[in-house]
């Protein structure tokens, strides 16, 4: 499959389980490593990356394949002082997280959902996204491609940035 088999559409209510699927998927381990069990996504500095989706700010973007079957999801997230989490710039910029089903990763669906989301996070009126990666995640070299420069480190992981300002790249259009 290229990109062109797949489709990016906005998350409705009945994707939510699916958006936590998603941020276990986001859970980087290097090859090797075992993933942790999914009760990790009770703990407090994870469970707030979708507890009580739908609040203002919220943006959620779902990749589908050509039978419909959700594949990827990418979305933004405001926070504050109080609630900060990994990635946390300023209660402005919104932290982005993403992850794609294991089965088609490295087949385009993770620049396609950064381009929408990038596109669409500039349409909703924000002018910087942040994002927290490990800097051995195969990830890391994507988001460098659209913008995201290291600020900062949190632990084992980088801080990102990246400003919306119509200089940011979308790939395939130079």
Request: proline share 4%; glycine share 8%.
């Amino acid at each position: 499959m290229n990109m062109t088999d797949y489709k990016v559409r906005t998350e409705t209510e009945q994707d939510i389980d699916f958006l936590w699927e998603m941020l276990y998927q986001a859970i980087f381990m290097a090859e090797g490593e075992i993933k942790p069990s999914r009760e990790i996504l009770n703990q407090p500095e994870i469970f707030k990356y979708l507890c009580n989706w739908g609040r203002q700010g919220d943006i959620a973007l779902i990749a589908m394949d050509s039978s419909e079957k959700p594949v990827g999801a990418i979305w933004i997230r405001l926070f504050d002082e109080t609630n900060k989490t990994y990635g946390f710039i300023d209660k402005n910029t919104p932290v982005l997280s993403m992850a794609v089903v294991p089965e088609y990763r490295g087949q385009g669906v993770g620049t396609l959902l950064l381009n929408e989301m990038l596109r669409k996070a500039k349409n909703s009126g924000f002018f910087s996204l942040s994002l927290s990666v490990d800097p051995k995640n195969p990830a890391l070299h994507l988001y460098e491609r659209h913008g995201f420069v290291k600020v900062g480190i949190n632990g084992t992981s980088w801080d990102m940035m990246t400003t919306l300002d119509n200089k940011y790249k979308i790939e395939g259009l130079r």
